[in-house]
């Protein structure tokens, strides 16, 4: 059996070569040619399955997403053609949460205020949504929740309408799919009058597909806000309109910004490979199960002793020891900036810096310890570990 996977899903490798030939190609350049004879494909966000890429595939049963999102993939043709499709939901939702969470906390400090003040509108109430609302539940800072789609499935958390989170959110967070059909599409959910809509001073965080927001939209109205005009924005982007190519011109307008990366946690990329991987086990009928937490590695700094209740710069300390967007960030301005706009050296530049990321961890993989009166349920319940100290 010839399993063809993309080069950049770790563990992939090691795990699937268990049950047939492994073959590992970079996952944007995979042609139809590629899956001659092949059976089974693993692949995440940046291979297109479509017409053109199932031309040739002769053998082809199965084909799973280590990924949250599925837009890539056009899951009729697969299921018309009797392949079995898989993904995996939620895998990286504690990476893109954590990832709001870094942003915000640097923000504050850069820009003088407390996340604590703060209201958040999360657009999007589904796993990452609901995950990032759990640690702000955790931190008692107050959000709002978008999601018109929940709300009329009966969800019976408290949703509230995009005016609403204009109006009264300091922070807008977007969590949705890439949609252009139905009654609630997100292709330019954010555009011009959206952001005319924010109150003043407001951030601005896409770490869901680049073209929900309109990027030209938002050029403007930062280009506004830095000489003095409209609404003083502040934007963060993980994603971007025409990914791998970057905007030049917007890169410098954003406080933050990131090739992709949100999700891109060790403990999230572990968890997609092994849904995957289970999921193709149980479609082979093989009787093999891999937990994802099996395969990770200790962290570098495993163990941290708190010596009295935590406040907010520990919050902060202890947060960036994990995870600080300003890393990544740094990396990327330079990167995409020693390259020219349009350029397949700046595609590369993008790919290159997502195939060698860090291996940067979730809260979890830190074990904070204290007495009990030191506030570890709240630090429990935002994610990291934490042990009871008589
Ligand atoms: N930057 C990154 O590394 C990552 C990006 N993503 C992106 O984030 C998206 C969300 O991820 P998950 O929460 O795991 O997906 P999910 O499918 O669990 O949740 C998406 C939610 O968005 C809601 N939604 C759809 N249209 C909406 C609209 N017009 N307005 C408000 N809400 C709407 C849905 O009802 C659903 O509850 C993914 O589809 C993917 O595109 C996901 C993981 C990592
Ligand atoms: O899961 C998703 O959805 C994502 O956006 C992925 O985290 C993005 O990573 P790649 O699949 O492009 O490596």
Redesign the pocket.
Known sequence: MKILIDE?MPYAEALFSDLGEVISKPGRTMTAEDLVDVDALMI???TKVNEALLAKANKLKFVGTA???QDHVNDALLADRGIFFTAAPGC?KVGVAEYVLSSLMVLGQQQGFSLFDKTVGIIGAGNVGSYLAKCLDALGVRYLLNDPLKAEQGDPRSFHSIEELQAQCDVITTHTPITREGRYPTHHLVDEAFLAALKPGAILINAARGPVVDNQALKRALQASQIGEGKHLTAVLDVFEHEPQVDLDLLPLLAFATP?VA??GLEGKARGTTMVYNSFCEFLGVDKQVEAASLLPTAPVPYVTLSGKWDEPTLFSLTQLVYDVRRDDGLFRREMCATQAGSPEMASAFDRM?KNYWDRREYSAITVAGEPHFGLESLADLGFTVEERP
């Open positions: 950049n995440r966000s940046v990924t949250a999102g990286n992709h999700g891109y997502r």
